[in-house]
């Protein structure tokens, strides 16, 4: 056995807007998690530097004041 992850879309309706293709002669379960649009556009991607560059980096200046402190996201 093995999961395969599809991400399917329905109409106004409540329709598959697109029916996968489907393996033939098996049988499936199938497990439905609605996604919800607010979880999506407000979860924060977690930004990582390429491996090749990791923990390579040299900071050589003043970075703080490159950039508005608002936009830092710092705690008060």
Do not use: Q
Not at 18 to 34: G, H, Q, S, T, Y
């Amino acid at each position: 056995m093995y999961a395969e992850r599809l991400i399917l879309e329905t109409d106004m309706m409540g329709k598959l807007k697109r029916v996968p293709k489907l393996p033939p002669n098996k049988k499936l379960e199938a497990i439905f998690l609605v996604i919800s649009e607010n979880a999506v556009s407000t979860e924060a991607l977690r930004r990582v530097p390429h491996p090749d560059i990791a923990g390579k980096v040299v900071i050589k200046g003043d970075i703080m004041s490159s950039v508005p402190c608002s936009n830092w996201d710092l705690p008060e």
